[in-house]
């Protein structure tokens, strides 16, 4: 009976586990060091593989990112730039010298759109002002929007200030002039409108209309502006980067982000067809923290 229950054990046990269930022949005495050693040759062996498989992964986890990699999401206002920045709105367009706004972005293209008499001669007094601050001299990139005076003052910059056009990158929508919805077409004058209605919370908008003319708030053009330095800080590390804008407000709201100022105050930093300016973000504008009751903003530049 004991012949014929052990008999049934091995015949139901796996072929793995079949060794263990016999008795060893006293010619096997070594087997529990013959074990011992493949079951630390497998070990090692495993180790080995793991080296190998692991040792890519280690090798991009220890070696340093480059600054433009390691940078990641902008913020503002930014702890510091990687790249030094002049901003520059386009000189004045036709519309503009016929005094009206124009914000559609149907329009941006258009010849209208483009730079007046006036607004060539402000583009080119532009273009030697930077020559004159050096902003080129160890070569420099100029991003305008596509919008036709931004552009046109582009190629004057690069032609003034011996820029090969390739360094022209044309930015074909976080550049556009702000969207003044009901706004469009009326006297340059309104937009001062727009602006005692910026003065009382970045999110308020214009009055929408229906030709397809967006209306944004302080806060939708503090968003497009923003994507573009995440562009552009993660592009270029320890370059020149020329901005080139339509109108006022992408400037104005983009400097304000950079400097920490309230957004409902960019107006205060208007820039007039033609004007550049050095970016500074260490140069903090006396009126960051006004003493009037009237802004109270615990997190600028990010205030409602």
């Given at each position: 009976?004991?012949?014929?229950?052990?008999?049934?054990?091995?015949?139901?046990?796996?072929?793995?586990?079949?060794?263990?269930?016999?008795?060893?022949?006293?010619?096997?005495?070594?087997?529990?060091?013959?074990?011992?050693?493949?079951?630390?040759?497998?070990?090692?062996?495993?180790?080995?593989?793991?080296?190998?498989?692991?040792?890519?992964?280690?090798?991009?986890a220890l070696v340093p990112r480059s600054p433009a990699l390691a940078r990641g999401l902008f913020r503002m206002p930014p702890p510091g730039l990687a790249n030094r920045y002049f901003l520059v709105r386009a000189g004045e367009s036709v519309y503009e010298s016929y005094g009206v706004l124009r914000t559609?972005?149907?329009?941006?293209?258009?010849?209208?759109?483009?730079?007046?008499?006036?607004?060539?001669?402000?583009?080119?007094?532009?273009?030697?002002?930077?020559?004159?601050?050096?902003?080129?001299?160890?070569?420099?990139?100029?991003?305008?929007?596509?919008?036709?005076?931004?552009?046109?003052?582009?190629?004057?910059?690069?032609?003034?200030?011996?820029?090969?056009?390739?360094?022209?990158?044309?930015?074909?929508?976080?550049?556009?002039?702000?969207?003044?919805?009901?706004?469009?077409?009326?006297?340059?004058?309104?937009?001062?409108?727009?602006?005692?209605?910026?003065?009382?919370?970045?999110?308020?908008?214009?009055?929408?209309?229906?030709?397809?003319?967006?209306?944004?708030?302080?806060?939708?053009?503090?968003?497009?502006?923003?994507?573009?330095?995440?562009?552009?800080?993660?592009?270029?590390?320890?370059?020149?980067?020329?901005?080139?804008?339509?109108?006022?407000?992408?400037?104005?709201?983009?400097?304000?982000?950079?400097?920490?100022?309230?957004?409902?105050?960019?107006?205060?930093?208007?820039?007039?067809?033609?004007?550049?300016?050095?970016?500074?973000?260490?140069?903090?504008?006396?009126?960051?923290?006004?003493?009037?009751?009237?802004?109270?903003?615990?997190?600028?530049?990010?205030?409602?």
């Amino acid at each position: 009976m004991l012949s014929l229950s052990a008999s049934s054990s091995s015949s139901t046990a796996s072929p793995a586990s079949a060794p263990f269930l016999s008795r060893p022949h006293k010619s096997d005495h070594h087997c529990p060091d013959h074990h011992r050693n493949l079951l630390l040759l497998a070990i090692r062996r495993r180790r080995i593989l793991l080296a190998v498989l692991t040792t890519p992964f280690l090798h991009h986890a220890l070696v340093p990112r480059s600054p433009a990699l390691a940078r990641g999401l902008f913020r503002m206002p930014p702890p510091g730039l990687a790249n030094r920045y002049f901003l520059v709105r386009a000189g004045e367009s036709v519309y503009e010298s016929y005094g009206v706004l124009r914000t559609n972005p149907v329009a941006k293209t258009s010849v209208d759109s483009g730079l007046s008499v006036e607004g060539a001669r402000q583009a080119a007094q532009t273009a030697l002002e930077l020559k004159r601050l050096g902003a080129c001299d160890a070569s420099c990139w100029i991003w305008p929007s596509i919008t036709q005076r931004a552009y046109q003052a582009a190629e004057i910059i690069a032609s003034v200030n011996g820029v090969d056009r390739s360094r022209i990158v044309p930015e074909y929508s976080f550049l556009d002039a702000r969207g003044l919805g009901a706004f469009e077409g009326r006297s340059l004058g309104s937009i001062n409108k727009v602006y005692e209605s910026d003065n009382i919370s970045s999110d308020n908008k214009p009055p929408p209309v229906d030709d397809g003319t967006p209306n944004e708030s302080v806060a939708d053009v503090f968003v497009r502006v923003t994507q573009l330095m995440s562009i552009l800080e993660t592009q270029y590390s320890a370059d020149t980067v020329i901005i080139v804008s339509p109108d006022s407000d992408n400037l104005s709201v983009l400097q304000a982000g950079l400097i920490g100022l309230d957004l409902r105050r960019h107006s205060d930093l208007f820039f007039s067809p033609g004007e550049v300016r050095l970016v500074d973000p260490n140069s903090i504008p006396d009126y960051k923290q006004p003493a009037s009751a009237v802004y109270k903003c615990a997190n600028p530049p990010s205030c409602k």
